[in-house]
């Protein structure tokens, strides 16, 4: 039996990997602005962990539980802030994974994506902003398929974004570095309904990817940094990676 099955004042939401207070994670929010309705795929699966755990860590600086640092040959390395413990549980994992010493960027994108994709997935369906449903292929496969719910919350990230990109609105912390994962991800021209490819776009994109965050971000000077430098390594990543 594992500590969160025997301790009865965790949360449901908190067995499955949540907050106890329910907030969503920016790593739930990226899922489930890449799920794409019209198909029920998700956008850049090929890719999809390096940008999961990308989330991830960048969640971790915006709440200020991790710091960042040079390697001994230059790259980028993270460590735990070792009296600011997250308390979710998947955030929690990443945090314990750099806790002993610090890592490569590129190490614990490889490290920790992999297994993010399906308890996020099973966190936006117990909440309704997705429903898996049975299915059968060719009429007598067993399968399932994943719907968007009822709740409205990723046509409200995709509005937060396109205010960001397309009509130049100042982001908050977390907005900001949604749009920068977004991009990073490589997938945002498969948006371009919601939010238009267009060289004003893509010039905003690149500034948040830079940590142009705007004033309203001043607070947050170095999380703004640390997200920067993740999503930058994220693109990096994805980059030499198969697009599938």
Known sequence: MTDKQRDPGVSPQERSGGRAG???TLAEDLLL???QPQSGTIAGEGTLYYVLAGAVLADLGLGAHLRTGTGRLGGLTVEAVADNPPSDHLLRATWEY????PRGVQTV??????TLREPLLDRLIERGELRRRAHRSLGFIPSSVIEEGDSARRRMLLADIRAVLVDGAEPTPRTAALAALLYGSGTLPQFDHDIPWTSPVITRAEELKEGNWGAGATAKAVARSVTSLIVSNVIVAAAV???S
């Open 33 to 35: 602005v890449l799920f």
């Open 22 to 24: 329910g907030e969503q």
């Open 109 to 114: 994108l490889a490290a920790t994506g992999p």
């Open 241 to 243: 990676l198969p697009r």
């Open 98 to 101: 750099v806790a002993d010493k």
